[in-house]
């Protein structure tokens, strides 16, 4: 029979609006956090990382910030553009390089 | 520059087949992931490989599932028997050994979409 999966959290913007995706992460001890975008069919792609000693850092139109005190990170998109549609996963590094991934987000941008 | 390469990207099999993954992780890589995706259980770790050893397999989930790293270049991840369960998209990663796993992202192959009926 058909399994019913998980509805994954949505956001739509309109393009050219920034946008902010957010995870919350359960492990005090993790010290390493990845954002990955995962369109379909395809594997998860590395956007920015950031070290627990940091509390933001910027690439190309990605920001990440992290929140220790509530274990809490974003991801901010600028300008968004349609091909920034994807599904968005939070990573932490537990330790002895595993990462637990969160269940994701899925990033619709309208034209 | 070459990612990880998987094959097959797509397979379709019997319950009771056996089915082996391949991958051939990014060259200088030391470090080699498997995962299983699924809508119900997200992105899982299954086991992982540090130059050629494996480090942690708690995230097999049975005795069916074994994985082998024979040489740099190379693993496998084989599931026999196979059950209709065992459904998944099947990722492999891999990324660089530095002075710590800290700082390294690993990065993902395409998958391989894994159908038993």
């Known amino acids: 029979g058909e399994s019913v999966g998980l509805h994954l959290p949505t956001l739509s913007v309109q393009e050219g609006d920034n946008s902010i995706i957010n995870c919350a992460y359960s492990?005090?001890?993790?010290?390493?956090f990845i954002w990955y975008k995962q369109e379909s069919g395809k594997g998860p792609q590395f956007i920015i990382d950031?070290?627990?000693?940091?509390d933001k850092r910027q690439g190309q139109r990605v920001t990440v910030l992290l929140n220790k005190t509530v274990k809490h990170l974003s991801l901010q998109i600028a300008a968004t553009q349609p091909g920034d549609s994807a599904v968005y996963f939070c990573?932490?590094?537990?330790?002895?390089?595993?990462?637990?991934f969160g269940q994701g987000t899925e990033l619709s941008v309208k034209p | 520059d070459a990612g990880v390469i998987q094959s097959p990207r797509h397979e379709v099999t019997e319950m009771g087949q056996e089915v082996t993954l391949r991958c051939k992780p990014i060259?200088?890589?030391?470090?080699l992931f498997w995962y299983r995706q699924t809508m119900m259980r997200g992105l899982e770790l299954l086991i992982y490989?540090?130059?050629?050893?494996?480090?942690?397999d708690s995230g097999m989930p049975e005795d069916r599932f074994s994985a082998k790293m024979p040489n740099a270049s190379f693993s496998t991840l084989k599931i026999q028997p196979s059950e209709p369960r065992d459904s998944a998209v099947y990722f492999c990663?891999?990324?660089?050994?530095?002075?710590?796993?800290?700082?390294?992202?690993?990065?993902f192959g395409d998958g391989t979409r894994l159908s038993i009926l």
């Open positions: 990663a891999s990324s660089p050994l530095g002075g710590s796993f800290a700082d390294q992202p690993q990065h």
């Open positions: 492990n005090s001890a993790s010290d390493y």
């Open positions: 950031i070290r627990s000693n940091m």
């Open positions: 990573a932490e590094n537990i330790g002895g390089g595993k990462l637990i």
């Open positions: 060259s200088g890589h030391n470090s």
């Open positions: 490989f540090n130059n050629n050893v494996p480090i942690d």
